[in-house]
């Protein structure tokens, strides 16, 4: 389903990959774009504005799209590319947590939200130990790509809900999407540990994936949908 999902959306957005393409924009144009957008969701998330934080989200999401895309497409995928990327992807991500972080850490102090604080806290932890399980493990020069609760998943879950459903019924739907990951990315996290410990004790033929650790070469978690994943 999230093959398919990924064909559609970048099926969609070809028409602008092709432009960006003939007009040669670089793609670390593309990956600072996305991040300022991203970045701007954070500061929606702050002021409360959380369906305009949905939209910004998903919209960052688009242009890890474009950065990948357009990087294989013009040669000028590179090294620092793909470092620089990731990079502000970790950056931008941590930014929404502390943005949403900040819708329950205001002048209200019922129990909910104290306890919504920890489960930010843990989703955005889960979300960081994911990328560096993946990174740690591509150091040992094992490609991880397996888990359920990857980049993409974690953009479209917080940026839909936000979206869709804002802070109505007291932001139950963001509530919810925050539980949710706070549990699966450090499920994922766990599971990746286990099948890093699992190959490295037995001689495996292909691992969990191909490529390297980032949309501007050849492979990283897509935000949304490139058919490739971007941590």
Known sequence: MRRA???RLVAALQPIIDWLVRKRVHPNVLSTIGFLVTMSSAFAFHSHHARTAGALILLGGV???FDGRVARATGLASKFGAFYDSTLDRISEIAVYLGIL??????RLVLGDVGMIYAVMLAMAGSLMISYTRARAEALGIDCKVGLMQRGERVVAIGLASLLFGESASGLALRVVIIV?????NLTAI????WVYQYTREPKTSSAGSGPDNP???GEELAVGTGEEKR
């Open 102 to 107: 900040s819708l329950y850490n205001d002048y």
């Open 63 to 65: 242009f890890d799209v």
């Open 5 to 7: 999902i990924e064909r």
């Open 216 to 218: 501007q070469s050849t």
């Open 181 to 185: 990951l706070a549990v699966l990315t």
């Open 191 to 194: 599971q990746r540990i286990i």
